[in-house]
């Protein structure tokens, strides 16, 4: 296999290594560091899984066999993936970081709003009500409006 040494991108320190679970250890995880429930799971739930499975005989029993096989390879090919995306965010230079990162940084304060008096032109709302006699007068319907563009 070719790359870059265990050691050097590895996220697990070699002495902690041997406290590791088996099934994380046999299938030579790197990046992927599942614990021991999740370990549990992914070999033995898939056996009782496939067990079930054929005793329902909705599979053959070979699928005892199979199933976690293939839950083994999608782990294992998690941790590929997982690993070549460490390998190429190490890649990036530290400036392209450092603009991502100023990219990503909320902007916290206050934004400037100007107050508009008025969103009809020649028209001035207020909260006071205004006396009858203040009032433009309407024209009736039909007829033109005695006071245009108020």
Known sequence: ???????SWATIP??????????ARALGLRVVNPGGVLCFL???????????????E???????????????VMVKLNDMV????VRSAALVPEQERDRFRRQMEPVV????????THSVPGVVVTAEPTPRAARPERSRPGQPDPHPGT
């Open 109 to 116: 304060g206050r934004a400037r709003v100007d107050w508009i």
């Open 14 to 23: 070699a002495d902690e290594e041997r406290y590791r679970p088996l099934y």
């Open 82 to 85: 997982a690993a070549m995306v």
């Open 58 to 72: 909705l599979v053959t029993w070979w699928a005892v066999l199979i199933l976690p096989a293939t839950v083994a």
């Open 42 to 56: 992914f070999f033995e739930g898939a056996l009782a899984l496939a067990a079930l499975l054929a005793l329902a």
């Open 1 to 7: 296999m070719s790359g870059a040494p265990r050691g």
